[in-house]
């Protein structure tokens, strides 16, 4: 007889003690519309949206809040799963309940998950004319998604009697760097020293720069994020300013490098910490050899003098690049090959351990090196080659591993690709829709290129779980789909 491992009331008490916690973020843009003078109808919404999120998580919580369970792998698993999942679901209520934007549940989700999973793609048309709180609760999903809601509990259910290192290995899958603290919970806290000092930062240049205060803070929510919302229809291009294009570059590629990086770099004091580590130098190396095929085409194509083709080819190649989607123009209408080769720029995406979407660098860099190790093989079948990132072998094992990760992503593309296909959609808004939502990009091609308004429920569906897939790089909900993971 087949027993399921899981701990059903561990699992529970869990993901009603996160829903709880989140609840509570509501207040923020709660507040934000009653200092604009939103009106009233754009206030409400958060109300609803806190008393059904709250009365949930407590309805979860209450009945099991006694319960005494270790948090297993399995169970961690799951629990990140679900929170996920159901966030995105209870995080869609202010949109769907603000009867202005007449959103479906499923476009709803599609806002929700997009902007949870640091994705920037959007349905909303008009956000210029939007209330502060709905704009300024957008800019705070990506900004908590982007580090992981997950890690921030990590920090706060040690006080609770629930261990987090299962969480973190779970919302963690694949190549990671060394913790950087002995304790999972002060790994948690230095990642989010880092995180806020780097959001903070960046709100104060975009405020020097001209930015009001409110979109200082709201982009430099979404910039650290790596997410791309923006409080405007024209993204960073209704600034008009080179200034903020290149600040916004400039936390966009630190926000693409893993911030345990950072954190030694900053404990150490030593600037050369950085350089050392093989994924940084190939994450720059990427970002400057596209700026150069781009800003070079851009100019010998006569689309733009060399100064704009230089400041837009290095911002869209950044910000496409980590997978942040902010647009100064529409890239998509430039010439030639440019806007696939920027689609595909985001298949890297940023580095491991970063808030960058995509297969991230070091998957890679260990993909081509396997390539290259082959190759070798033809020539000297009876020599041993090693794969090494740095000073470091890599075991056969983890290029298993990556190997895997690569199959299914193509796997998972190719399937929801079809999906979209069969749902009416032509091919280049199906494949570029399932890229951006996949690597967290957002802004696509053909009728997505500016939003996904124009998409049914199905398709966004459909994104809705690419999304979520890409930001749980695809492992950590897969396995959810095995039978090993339910037998004991």
Not at 19 to 24: A, E, I
Not at 144 to 164: E, F, N, Q, R, T
Request: proline share 3%; aromatic share 12%.
């Amino acid at each position: 007889m087949v027993s399921i491992p899981i701990q059903i009331k561990v699992v529970q008490r869990v993901v009603g003690i996160l829903l709880t916690l989140f609840s509570f973020t509501l207040f923020t843009p709660f507040m934000v519309g009653l200092m604009s003078g939103d009106q009233w109808n754009a206030i409400t919404p958060f109300i609803g949206a806190f008393v059904t999120t709250l009365g949930t998580g407590l309805l979860l919580f209450l009945p099991v809040k006694d319960y005494v369970g270790q948090l297993r792998l399995r169970d961690g698993f799951l629990v990140v799963v679900l929170f996920w999942a159901v966030l995105g679901i209870f995080g869609s209520l202010p949109f769907f309940l603000y009867s202005p934007l007449d959103m479906s549940v499923a476009g709803a989700i599609f806002e929700s998950m997009s902007g949870l999973t640091t994705t920037g793609a959007t349905i909303i048309v008009g956000l210029d004319l939007l209330p502060r709180s709905i704009l300024f609760y957008r800019q705070q999903m990506q900004w908590l998604g982007g580090m992981g809601i997950i890690v921030l509990a990590i920090a706060v259910l040690p006080m609770l009697g629930i261990g987090g290192q299962q969480l973190f290995r779970a919302e963690t899958p694949g190549i990671s760097k060394d913790k950087l603290t002995p304790r999972i919970a002060g790994t948690a806290k230095a990642l989010w020293y880092i995180y806020l000092g780097l959001t903070v930062t960046c709100a104060l240049a975009y405020w020097a720069a001209g930015m009001s205060a409110f979109d200082a803070v709201g982009h430099s929510f979404s910039t650290v994020a790596i997410g791309g919302f923006s409080t405007h229809d024209n993204s960073i291009g209704y600034f008009d300013s080179s200034l903020i294009e290149m600040i916004a570059v400039v936390f966009m590629l630190i926000s693409g490098v893993n911030f345990a990086l950072h954190f030694t770099a900053a404990r150490q004091l030593d600037l050369t910490h950085y350089w050392r580590d093989e994924e940084f130098r190939t994450y720059i190396l990427i970002a400057v050899c596209l700026t150069v095929i781009t800003s070079g085409y851009l100019y010998l194509s006569d689309t733009s003098d060399w100064n704009d083709s230089l400041v837009n080819g290095l911002f869209h190649v950044v910000s496409i690049g980590t997978t942040t989607g902010f647009t100064s123009e529409e890239y998509f209408n430039w010439p030639g090959f440019l806007p696939v080769l920027l689609l595909f720029a985001s298949f890297a995406g940023g580095c491991t351990g970063s808030t960058g979407g995509g297969m991230k660098v070091i998957r890679v860099l260990l993909l081509f090196k396997q390539g290259q190790r082959e190759i070798r093989r033809l020539l000297h079948p009876h020599a041993t080659i090693m794969v090494k990132v740095g000073k470091q072998p890599m075991s056969n094992r983890m290029i298993d591993v990556v190997w895997g990760f690569f199959a299914s992503y193509l796997a998972l593309l190719a399937v929801m690709l079809l999906l979209l296909m069969a749902a009416g959609l032509d091919q280049e808004t199906a494949f570029s829709a399932v890229v951006a939502c996949l690597n967290n990009l957002g802004p696509g091609l053909g009728m997505v290129a500016a939003n996904y308004s124009s998409l049914g429920d199905f398709s966004l569906s459909v994104l809705s779980l690419a999304m979520l897939f890409g930001r749980l790089e695809i492992f950590t909900l897969l396995i959810l789909f095995t039978p090993t993971f339910w037998r004991q």
